[in-house]
């Protein structure tokens, strides 16, 4: 069965320290990629994806994530964190046989002054 | 605004009842998808519409749920005799084509009583 697994619920770093959130999937071929945010209250805001190509994408808001094929993993980094990045981030893939988003359960951020 | 839209954004109702929960997607997006967002169960799918084609109703868990999407645009998502488990978030995304990037609205927070 298709799964994505996000291993951190919660995550608490100080304003200005990078950032790294760890995303492993599970499915039989190179699935699509996606790093969603989600504000308290809002929708989920598309930070980055991954299709094909360069294995590094760059995103909104000075975030990147590399796909690592031989470890299954789509991690999201940012280099120096502000204090608007504390949200819930959601990693997802859909299968190239499929159209719907299967999420991690995600990672929630804290940041700290 | 060229964002998904759904109304309403929250909406309370007592057990038993019917609601209806619209999304308005993007212009010219062909793919809309529903999802729900609980804690128990974190992001999961519901349906997806494409064109003209049957839409895919696998993720809906039970026959109490019903979704249509009228003139290839607007959707509404019917949640027939509420159940306290069906309180959620409800969140309506679109895509220009099946397996692209998916928009999501703001959701519809439903609080069953």
């Known amino acids: 069965a298709q799964s994505v697994t996000q291993p951190d619920i919660h995550i608490t770093v100080s304003e200005g320290a990078s950032l790294e959130l760890r995303c492993n999937y599970s499915?039989?071929?190179?699935?699509?990629l996606f790093w969603y945010v989600q504000s308290p209250g809002q929708g989920l805001q598309l930070l980055l994806k991954y299709f094909s190509g360069d294995t590094l994408v760059q995103g909104i808001k000075g975030f990147e994530a590399e796909f690592k094929r031989s470890q299954s993993s789509f991690n999201l980094r940012k280099p120096s964190v502000h204090w608007s990045d504390a949200a819930e981030y959601f990693c997802?893939?859909?299968?190239?046989?499929?159209?719907?988003?299967?999420f991690g359960a995600g990672t929630t951020v804290t940041v700290r002054a | 605004g060229a964002g998904v839209s759904q109304s309403p954004s929250n909406k309370v109702t007592e057990k038993g009842k019917d609601v209806e929960l619209r999304c308005d997607p993007i212009s010219g997006h062909t793919a809309l998808y529903w999802y729900r967002q609980s804690l128990g169960q974190g992001l999961e799918f519901l349906i997806y519409?494409?064109?003209?084609?049957?839409?895919?109703k696998s993720g809906l868990p039970s026959d109490r749920f019903s979704a249509e999407r009228t003139g290839g645009s607007v959707s509404t998502l019917t949640i027939q005799r509420t159940q306290q488990e069906d309180s959620a978030v409800y969140l309506c995304a679109s895509s220009p084509t099946e397996g692209d990037t998916q928009y999501f609205g703001p959701g519809t927070r439903l609080t069953v009583l």
């Open positions: 997802a893939v859909v299968d190239g046989r499929d159209y719907k988003l299967s």
């Open positions: 519409f494409q064109g003209n084609s049957a839409p895919d």
């Open positions: 499915y039989g071929a190179t699935p699509y």
